[in-house]
């Protein structure tokens, strides 16, 4: 099976990935190259998880964002590249449907309350499920800040992937949200390093590549199995938590044996527009309502809140920060806000 790896590079002279990986085209266009410490840190690790599950998959690897996006593309860049028509993801996403991908892995995002919806990724995301090719992005990791929403994770058809701790319980920068589907490790996931060796990483990147070996080996022991039914496996044979789904696990961690061997006899693809009957709702496949979740633990409610109320101080104490230096010193700089765009998640 061919795994796409959207990313920022793969280096694919790692031992870990030597001839297994087609490098395919360079969306981020930022101008490194192979070779240069900054170029694949990242999309080099998630191949090489991708292939500790499903060691005989073809890698895909599609260059769509930047090892250090957070320090180096500033918003006015970020715009730019948005106004050039589809973002870099939506071609990534596109260029491997078109050139075999029989899964797509995203461990990227842009975790923060403003996470902003792109509606050519949305199409991307709507053609590839048309296609026949599974979607699979990392959750997010700011589950122990403010909890924002993450893109691509969040887009319909998107098999969205938590992180788990060795323990079983959720790792604590795992974003806890409606959209989450499955989880899967996420702490100290020994991975290749662009540079040589191997490197621990933590996220709910690692996480969403080991899921996507896995998809890979679902798609191996049945390769007409469709996005929706291999979202179905995954979900009705979890390790499920107790209560059932929930915000923090989706429908909890992730069985390979088991997911592997249900794809060989899916539940029917029942996908297809249903006509609404009135207070009919979403449900998983397993009849549980997408509305119900636990009562949210009391520790995790207050540390939202303090977080709240800190963030809030904050804003207010630079708000009047910067009336003063604008009295104090006129020829001072102002700072852009971070961007808002994709990166390693």
Not at 13 to 19: Q, R, T
Not at 38 to 65: C, E, F, Y
Not at 70 to 97: C, H, M, T, W
């Amino acid at each position: 099976m061919t795994v796409a790896v959207l990313d920022t590079g793969v280096e694919v002279d790692h031992p870990a990935l030597k001839g297994r990986v087609t490098t395919g085209p360079d969306f981020r266009k930022d101008g490194l190259q192979p070779g240069n410490p900054k170029w694949g840190r990242h999309g080099t690790a998630m191949a090489s998880d991708v292939l500790k599950v499903a060691p005989k998959a073809q890698i895909l690897s599609v260059r769509v964002i930047d090892d250090e996006v957070n320090e180096e593309l500033d918003r006015k860049e970020f715009e730019e590249l948005r106004q050039r028509g589809e973002s870099p993801v939506a071609q990534g996403i596109r260029y491997a449907v078109e050139h075999g991908a029989d899964v797509i892995s995203m461990s990227l995002g842009d975790d923060d309350m403003l996470s902003s919806y792109d509606k050519s990724e949305a199409a991307a995301v709507a053609y590839a499920a048309r296609k026949g090719v599974i979607v699979l992005a990392s959750a997010g990791n700011s589950g122990d800040v403010l909890n924002g929403g993450s893109y691509p994770a969040g887009y319909a058809g998107v098999i969205s992937v938590a992180a788990v701790k060795p323990d079983g319980e959720r790792a604590d920068f795992s974003t806890v949200h409606t959209y989450n589907d499955v989880a899967a490790p996420g702490v100290d996931i020994a991975s290749a390093s662009n540079t040589g060796g191997y490197r621990s990483v933590d996220g709910t990147s690692p996480a969403c590549a080991l899921a996507a070996g896995v998809v890979a080996l679902m798609h191996a022991e049945n390769p007409k199995l469709s996005p929706a039914q291999a979202n179905d496996v995954l979900i009705a044979t979890t390790h499920r938590p107790p209560g059932g789904g929930n915000a923090m696990l989706g429908y909890g961690l992730i069985n390979a044996d088991a997911a592997v061997k249900a794809a060989a006899a899916p539940p029917k693809d029942r996908t297809g527009a249903v006509a609404y009957n009135g207070n009919e709702h979403l449900a998983a496949p397993d009849g549980t309502p997408k509305t119900t979740h636990p009562e949210l633990e009391q520790g995790l409610w207050m540390t939202g809140l303090i977080a709240a109320v800190a963030g809030l101080v904050s804003l207010i104490g630079g708000v009047f920060l910067a009336r003063s230096g604008r009295r104090n010193d006129q020829a001072g700089t102002t700072h852009m806000m971070p961007p808002q765009g994709s990166y390693p998640s």
